[in-house]
Structures are given as C-alpha cells and as structure tokens.
C-alpha cells in the first residue's frame, strides 16, 4: 500500500512535506474523475441489474414495450437511436468536410473568420432550443416541402420514403442531430487539414495538380484518420443526445420502416418516461437502457479518442 | 497527367509553355471543370451550415422579442389562460443550479487539471486523462438518471441541490482539460524562475503557474458554465422544476431549459410563445457569456 501510494507522488515531492502534501492533494483531485466515473457506472449498473435478471438476452431483441402490462423489450429505441444518429452523420459528414474543406483551402480571412465564428456559436446553442426550432419550424417544413412531395413521387416504390408523412419522424430527428454535430465534426476536421504540411500541398500543385486534386488525393487521405475520428465523436454526441431529438422524433415504439414514420431513441425514452415510472420493474427497465447507452457511448467515444491520439502521436513524430 | 504530348524544346511548342491555357486539352479542360465544381460545392457546403443558424435567430428573434418585458423576469408562470405566464424563478433557479454546480465542480476540476499538467507523462495522469475524455462524452440524460438514483432516492425528493450535483458532473471534465491546455501553455521558464527562487513547488505552482493561466482558464470557465446553464436533460429527474419562486437548496427549483421544454410541447398556443422568448433570454445568456469569455478575456500565452 505504501509503495503503491507513493508511486502516485512524483519524484520531486518526496522530499519536502509541503510538496508531498501539495503533490498528495492534487493526486487526490486526478483520482477523483476515475472514481466518479466507475461509481457511476455501479450505481446505474446495480440500478438496471434487476431488469437485467428478469429480461436476460431478450431485453435487447424483443420489440415488445407495453409498462402497462410489465413487458419491456429495447430493440425499437436501441434502433431508433442507431437510425437517427446514422441518418446524421450521412447529412453531416459531408457538409461539415466540405465545411472544413472550404474554410482551410479556398475561403479568404475576411470569409473563414465569420463563418468559423457561426459554425462555433451553433455548437453553443442549447440543445432545447434546437429543440424549440425543430417542434414549430423544421417539422411543419419538412413535412410540406420534403416528405410529401416524396412520399408522392419516390415513395411509391421506395419503402424508406413511403408512408404517411407526420412531420415528426426519424428523418427530423437525423436532421436536427446533423444540425447540431457538423460544428464538432468540422472543428476538428479543419484542426487536422490545417496540420497537414504545407509542403505536400505545394509538392502537389508543382507536379501540376489542380487545387481540387491535391485537396482529394492529398490532403484528404493525410487527414483521413482524424477526419474519421472526427466523424465518430460526432456520432458519440448524436447517440447521447436528448432533447432536441426528444421533441422531433415522434416518440413511438415502434420499429419504423420510413423515414417519415415517428420512432423512438434510448435517451428520448429516458426523458419521457423516467419521471412517470413507478413500478420497479419499468424503473430498472430504464435504468438498464440508460446503462445501454452508456456503454454505447463508452466504447464510441474511446474508439473515437484513440484515433484522434494515434493522429497526434503521428503527426508528432 | 497527360497533357499535350512532350516536345523537344524551342520551336512553335515554346508559346505552348508561355501560354498553357491556350493549349488545354479536353482531359485537362475537364480537370479544372472538377476541380471548379467541387469546390464551389465546399462553399455551398459551408453555406449550408451556416445557414441554420441564421434561421434559429431569425424565429427566434421574430417569435420571441414581442413576449419580452419587465414582467417577463420579474413574475411566476401563470397556469394557462392567464395573460403573461413569466419565467422569472426559472430564470433565479438557473442562477442557483449554475452557482451550485460552479461551487461544487470547479474546485475539483481545477485541481485534476494542475494534476494533469504537473503529472504529465505519468501512466495514471494518461489514464485519468482518457477517462475525462470519455466522461465528457458521457450523455446527460445518463448523468441525470445517475444523480437521480444517488442524490434524489438518498434524500427522498428531488432538489436544487441534486440538479447543482448533476451539472457539476458535467462540468468537472470541460473544465478539467481546459485547465490542463492552459496550465501547460504557460512558459517553462516562468516555472523555472520561482524554483530556482527556492520557492517550493506548490508555491511556483499556486503563486506564479496558476496565476499566468488565470485568464485561459477563466475563459474555459465560463464557456463550461454558459453550456451547462443550457442543459436540459441532467435537470428533468434532479431539480425537476418548480412553478414558484423558490431559492431553498432542498426544494425542487425551476431552470430556464426544464421551463421552455414545458412550455414546447404544451399544447397552449400562449405557452409556445412564451418559450421562443424563453429561448431567446436562454440564449443571449448562453451567448453574451461565452461572447464575453471569448473576446474580454485573453490568454497571453495562447498562439505560442
């Protein structure tokens, strides 16, 4: 135990009293964060655990949510969550490389400050707010001038845009999560375009490679795995998202087959019902779909971290 | 690449190389056709982003200026069919839930970044780095349900102190890195002088290191509590709302998110005006404190 706890303290604390208990404090406060962090999963581990013995295996394949009558399968929210967010992330991928594209190569000082400016304030917008927006102006326009002109023409014989279209639905949801991640998405692309050397861009256009050449086969493949791990703390922040989504996305459990059909996700389920739950059995139910999705986000956002950290371990070589 | 086909030197070919936009062939033509095109689509892309964000403030500003007054801060909601429901406990209860979640998050959150900044290279400073990094990924609602199941089945009933308690959570990683970032930015040599001063290390570390990072940190600060003010979701099962003024840390107490997302997906026309100006206050606080953070306050070692 001794030498264990000693480890923690660095070499130049040993010494002096002062120091030692200066270095103790400040180790104290670092191990804090990994403390917390594993009591949380416990207390939300011990919380679904009842849940998790009644249900097993099947919590997570049976489509089947009925409180009422204590039944309780998650498949309908863990597939919404994964619809939308995946809906997202193909809308905002390539609006936010092109982002990141246009203000590292092409746009002028006097452009790429403002725009970089706007593209920071969305990221500070609160999530109810987008919210707000979604409910009362991106619904009723979608529904008008997207869903429906579809769902007449294509959607006839297209199954994924067919269908009544309710405004609130999966696509409002994909649309409003794509909104909210590209500012994330294409800040840190624009840090890894930014850090790919000006040299291989110059080597590029020397050998007589147009701006858009050396951009695709250049400096893209150089940034590609920051990019991707751009792309997936992108999808870690659509996974987890709650409010905004909560509001547009209809709150139906039930496996949609459109896009314009209402779904459901894990966190909106949370919201809504958490609250209301009183038997035992739903509250575990939750707390075992709340301990799903952090677990979800867990693993996507280390993934996420180790890519964007084999980037910085390369670039610093 | 395969442009005009290779000549000998001198001859006709030399105006060729004076002039190559005369001697495009079709391939090339075709070339910086793409190459236009593609990256005229980066600039739609980029204006395609922004573009939302010009809506939002648009309505905004639209649907939510004609609600606002000085009755609009200063009274209670009112139920539905009174003229001028108003949100100014909500508006009092954010300010507690922040100031909570300030008191009780910040001084940890500054202490594991001088942690990290100080223990730098060390296996468990790597490992406590990652776990912040992954905690602040974590998604509110969870961090929510965590607090509710902790504090508020603890306690009994839900309070302003669960809601403090699960916005410091969120804090405490923002401001952790942020800490770090601006800790390390600061000169080596400024460290090196109080040591070879003979001050200690705690006191180099608290009396010349933390003090040249104020201002950096100061900035994280602010833009971790402007983000947290704007929560939601942490909020719904902690401080869970309150229609009444209330400012006693063991009561249920209003926050201007809970109180908007209430009055969205009411059914009362009435109350969905009142939660555009909702948002609009909520988001001239959100802005005008990060605004602030940005451009009052600058780091002098930040660029270097």
Redesign the interface.
Known sequence: MQTSLSR?I?A??QG?V??R???A??????????V??AF?LV??GV?AWPAVRHFGGGFITSTDWDPVNGQFGALPFIFGTLASSLLALVIAV??????A???T???PRWLAAP?GF??E??A??????????G???LVPWLRAYVQQPLAESVGKSVGFFSGPAYGVSVMAGGVILA?MI??FI?AVSREVLAAVPVAQREAALA???????M??QIVLPYALPGIIGATI?GL??A?????AIT?VIGNRPDIPTSLFAPGYTM?SV??NE??EASADLHLAA??EI?LL??GI??L???FA?FLVWRVAQRAGR | ?S?PAPQPFGGADASAVAMPVLALSWRDRR??T???V??A??????A???L??L??FF??LR?GLSSISVSFFTHVPAPVGEAGGVVGNSLLGTVILVVLAGAMGLP?AI??G???A??QG?R??N??R?????????????????V???VVVTMGHFSAFAGGVALA?ML??MV?RTTEEMVRLVPRELKEGGLALGF???RT?LGIVLPAARSGILTGVLIAL??I?????PL??TA?GNPFWEWRLGQPVDAL?VR??QY??SPYEEW?RL??AG?LL??AL??AV?LAARFLIRSPYKGR
């Open positions: 923690l660095p130049w604390a002096n002062s120091d208990s200066y270095a404090a400040l180790a104290a406060f670092g191990l804090f964060i990994p917390l962090f949380i207390r939300v919380a390539p609006l936010a490389v092109g982002l594209i246009f203000l190569e092409l746009a725009i706007g593209t304030l969305l500070a917008i609160p999530s109810v707010v987008y919210g707000l927006w409910i009362f102006v909104i590209v500012p294409s050998l007589g490679a147009t701006r858009w050449e951009t695709w703390l870690g922040r996974l987890g998202e709650t409010m509001m966190a949370l919201a958490f609250s939750l707390m709340g999705l952090f986000t867990i996507v956002n280390s971290r | 690449m442009g070339r910086r793409t190459s236009f593609m990256l689509l980066t600039g739609v892309a980029a395609l982003t922004v939302p964000l809506l939002i309505h905004l649907a940890i202490g594991a001088m942690y990290l100080e223990a060390s468990t400073a490992v406590v990652f776990v912040t990094d992954v905690m602040n990924g974590i998604p509110s609602i969870v961090i929510g349900i965590f509710w199941a902790w959570i405490i990683p952790t200690t290390r705690w570390a402007a983000r003010a704007g929560e939601t979701a719904l099962f869970f998110p908007i997302f969205a997906i969905h939660a555009w948002s909520l988001i959100v802005l990060s």
